[in-house]
């Protein structure tokens, strides 16, 4: 049988004029140079792929997507390759090519007065939190794979991480785009603007796209006044409405000072202490139970550590809270904020697990994660539910990690069994079953029941509107 993952060679006419396109740095052919942008970071995907696109500025992408198109390839576009559901992978035919905008990382302009930022697709979103903060200001969007992920991808995927509680996803963080078209042409709407109305919003339609009506290539991003305080409370609490009732009471007191609201199960916490160097438990006793509590204000002696004092001792009487650590310094509220950011890692050294993104009002939360929990250990015996995250904001990672000693592959094998099982619950509580991590290729066959009639209809036009020839990642997003 033939090799499904062999490359098909690109024709010799359209190799020889990408090489004059983009340069000796623009275009690998070489398999060693290909073979890291061939897998996801999961490691559920293995594609194949002739070569890498590497564009150092718009205008060499645009003239390179005009040659594929010309061409008839299909084009799969790669940010920091943290994708959790396959989104930036090609696929085992060999014959779409990688377009990496790893090249295209510069900080076009930053603004401290208009509090905006103009970067290009390819930059780290920690590089860009580190522009913000070199003026005096905030870039608030914050996830575990900041150190990898690039502006392109978290608005791609309209990423939301710890803070969308107080500032959204990225569709609230971006103003305007500059995006290339499946024909070349390019759109320039990278304006710094709060208000424009003139006509329909271009931008709007990709962010969230993953790259299936075109590339991103620059955004203009909002800044923020960074934190003059800060304070981190780490809380075992009874159990999940007991966590809820701990946000109430925070969001009552000051809805403004929440940053982030972070729920944690007892087994992830566990993984993370088990597995991860320098984790540690803060709290004096284990519990099945925890939340991760960030208060920040603008304002100098805004009194949150009084606030969380306070919130905190009403809870402790009511019997919601069981214990709870407050950071002392930066450096013990970054210990703290790593128990959680280090989830995805320890589970991942644990062993096999399914990933569940959804969402639900917040108020169906507790309910979410018992059900499912439930659920998932009734389906696969001696499976362990991890579910942990974004509590404030309604989204949960209902995870699952395979039983101890158990077959991985086995386990992986019923991947779409567990995520059946969960979204049938989150169906019924008013969710979605995808929140902040997107479509991909995981969950395109989940959009004809959750998404069919006249929505994905709509979806469909614009896809065909746009990307006629379907060259723009296919396979992903759309069934």
């Known amino acids: 049988m033939p090799d499904t993952h062999a490359p098909a060679p690109l024709p010799a006419a359209l190799l020889s004029a990408l090489q004059a396109v983009l340069g000796p740095k623009g275009l690998l052919t070489d398999p060693g140079d290909i073979a890291p942008a061939l897998a996801d970071w999961r490691g559920l995907y293995q594609g194949a792929s002739p070569a890498i696109i590497r564009p150092g500025s718009t205008q060499e992408l645009a003239a390179a997507v005009r040659l594929c198109a010309r061409h008839e390839v299909a084009m799969v576009p790669q940010g920091g390759n943290t994708s959790m559901v396959g989104g930036a992978t090609p696929d085992e035919s060999g014959r779409q090519v990688v377009v990496s905008l790893a090249r295209l990382n510069r900080i076009r302009a930053i603004d401290p007065v208009d509090m905006t930022m103009t970067v290009e697709a390819g930059l780290v979103l920690k590089a860009a939190q580190d522009a913000a903060t070199g003026v005096d200001c905030l870039f608030p969007l ?36 500059e995006m290339v078209l499946p024909d070349g042409q390019v759109i320039d709407g990278l304006r710094a603007l709060r208000k424009d109305n003139t006509g329909y919003a271009l931008r709007h339609l990709f962010v969230g796209a993953e790259g299936t009506l075109g590339f991103i290539t620059a955004a203009v991003l909002r800044m923020f006044p960074r934190a003059r305080e800060n304070e981190v409370a780490f809380c075992a609490v009874r159990d999940e409405e007991a966590a809820l009732a701990l946000f109430r009471r925070f969001r009552d007191r000051d809805e403004g000072a929440v940053r982030a609201f972070e729920y944690l199960s007892g087994v992830g916490v566990d993984l993370a202490v088990k ?15 925890y939340v991760l509590v960030d208060l920040a204000s603008s304002r100098p002696e805004a009194g949150l550590r009084p606030l969380a004092e306070a919130v905190l001792e009403e809870a402790l009487e009511a019997g919601e809270v069981l214990d709870a650590a407050i950071g002392e310094s930066e450096g013990q509220r970054a210990a703290l904020w790593r128990i959680r950011e280090e989830h995805p890692e320890a589970q991942k ?34 499976s362990r539910p991890v579910p942990f995250g974004h509590m404030g904001d309604g ?64 979806m469909r036009r614009i896809k065909a509107a746009l990307d006629p020839a379907g060259l723009m990642n296919p396979g992903k997003v759309l069934p």
Not at 146 to 175: C, F, H
Not at 402 to 431: K, T, Y
């Open 349 to 382: 050294r644990e062993g096999a697990s399914v990933k569940n993104d959804v969402s639900v009002p917040v108020s169906r939360v507790p309910e979410m994660i018992r059900r499912c929990s439930a659920a998932l250990a009734a389906l696969i015996p001696g």
């Open 275 to 289: 597995h991860i160097e320098g984790v540690t438990l803060p709290v004096s006793e284990r519990a099945d139970h």
């Open 395 to 458: 989204n949960i990672h209902m995870n699952l990690e395979q039983p101890e000693g158990g077959d991985p592959a086995a386990f992986l094998a019923r991947s779409h069994d567990i995520m059946d099982c969960v979204n049938e619950i989150v169906r019924e509580l008013g969710g979605s079953f995808s929140a902040e991590h997107g479509i991909g290729r995981l969950k395109t066959d989940m959009m004809e029941s959750w998404r069919g009639g006249a929505e994905l209809e709509a």
């Open 142 to 177: 914050s996830l575990g794979a900041e150190g990898t992920a690039t502006i392109g991808g978290v608005l791609s995927t309209n990423a939301g991480g710890n803070t969308t509680v107080r500032y959204g996803n990225a569709r609230e963080l971006m103003l305007g785009l």
